[in-house]
C-alpha cells in the first residue's frame, strides 16, 4: 500500500515538474522585460512602431524566425545523431526550450540546461559538453565576419582590426585541432567530431548568421530607415561580434544591441530612435518570441526515469 503511495507521489511530482519550471521562466522573463531600459525609457514610441507594422511584414519576419531556429535545430540534431538521435520536431522543441533558460542566465548559460532536459540521463553529461561545438562554430563565422568588417567600421578601439585577425585564425585552428590528448586530459578526447561534422556545423552557422543579417535588413525596410545594405551589413558584422565577445544576459543584451547598433549607424543615421526601435523589434523575435514558446514547452516536461 505504502508503495503504490509512493509511486503515485512520485508520478504527481514528475508531472509537476514542468508547470513549475513554466512558472519559473515565464515570471523571470515577465519581470526581465518589465525592468528593461530600453522599454522602460523608449516604450511609447516602440508600441507606435510596432503598430505600424503590417501583418504581412510580421509574417515574413515570423518566416524568417522559423527558419533561423530550425537551422539551430538541424544543428543540434546532427551533433546528437550518434549519442542521442532526436527527430527534427524533438531537436526543434528543445532549442527552444533552451532559449527559455538562456533569457534570464548569464552569458546566455541556461541554454546549456535547457536542451539536455529532453536528453535520456545517461546522455546528459556528454550532450552538455558536445553543445560547445554548435556555439563554437557560430563564433567562427561571427568572428571571421566581424574581422572584415572591422576594416570598413570602427569607430572605436582601432586596435582591435590589427588584433581580431590573430583571434580568429587562432580560433579556427583549435576548432579544426584534432585534439588527441593524453594523460588526465584524454577524457576530452572523446569529445571529438569528426572534421565533417564540424563542417557541416560551420555551413550551417553561415546559414543562420545570414539569415539573421536579412532579418535585420527587413526590418530596416520596413521601418523604412535610410540605410544602404552594404553599410547595413558591414555595422552588423561588427555588432554581432561585439556582442559574442561581451558576457551579457539577454535583457542586458538588449540595452547593449541599442547603444551599439546606434554608435555603429551613426554616420549613416542619426535617428537613436528608429534604430532602437529595428534592435527592439529583432530582438522580440529571436530572443524573447522563443523564450515564451520554450517556456510553454515546458508544460509537458517530465523527468525521463
Keep these: 500500500m505504502k508503495e503504490v503511495f509512493s509511486k503515485r507521489i512520485l508520478s504527481l511530482a514528475n508531472k509537476a515538474i514542468g508547470l513549475i519550471l513554466f512558472i519559473v521562466c515565464a515570471v523571470a522573463i515577465y519581470s526581465k522585460v518589465t525592468t528593461n531600459d530600453n522599454i522602460q525609457k523608449y516604450g511609447a514610441d516602440i508600441k507606435t512602431q510596432f503598430l505600424k507594422i503590417s501583418f504581412l511584414q510580421w509574417a515574413i519576419l515570423l518566416i524568417l524566425f522559423f527558419f533561423n531556429y530550425l537551422v539551430e535545430a538541424i544543428k543540434w540534431k546532427q551533433l546528437l545523431k550518434n549519442l542521442n538521435p532526436l527527430s527534427a520536431l524533438q531537436s526543434l522543441k528543445t532549442v527552444l526550450v533552451g532559449q527559455a533558460f538562456a533569457f534570464f542566465t548569464p552569458v546566455r548559460s541556461g541554454d546549456y540546461v535547457g536542451r539536455i532536459l529532453f536528453l535520456a540521463p545517461e546522455n546528459k553529461l556528454k550532450g552538455l559538453a558536445q553543445m560547445a561545438w554548435t556555439s563554437y562554430a557560430q563564433l567562427l563565422i561571427t568572428l571571421a565576419m566581424g574581422t572584415v ?7 572605436f578601439l582601432p586596435w582591435l582590426k590589427w588584433v581580431m585577425p590573430l583571434v580568429t ?35 550551417l552557422s553561415l546559414l543562420k ?18 540605410i544602404a545594405p552594404i553599410d547595413l551589413w558591414v555595422a552588423l558584422a561588427v555588432l554581432l561580434m561585439c556582442l559574442s565577445i561581451i558576457p551579457a544576459i539577454a535583457l542586458t543584451d538588449l540595452v547593449i544591441r541599442g547603444q551599439l547598433i546606434v554608435l555603429l549607424l551613426a554616420p549613416w543615421y542619426s535617428n537613436s530612435l528608429m534604430l532602437i526601435c529595428l534592435s527592439t523589434i529583432v530582438w522580440t523575435v529571436n530572443f524573447l ?17
Design 169 to 203: 585564425i587562432a580560433a579556427i585552428g583549435v576548432y579544426f585541432s584534432k585534439g588527441q590528448y593524453k594523460g588526465w586530459l584524454s577524457k576530452l578526447t572523446s569529445l571529438q567530431i569528426s572534421n565533417e561534422l564540424k563542417i557541416q556545423l560551420v555551413l
Design 149 to 155: 568588417a572591422l576594416f570598413f567600421n570602427l569607430p
Design 209 to 226: 548568421y545570414c539569415i539573421f543579417i536579412v532579418q535585420y535588413t527587413w526590418v530596416v525596410k520596413i521601418l523604412a530607415i535610410p
Design 289 to 305: 518570441l522563443p523564450a515564451i514558446i520554450g517556456s510553454f514547452l515546458l508544460l509537458g516536461f517530465r523527468i525521463k526515469q
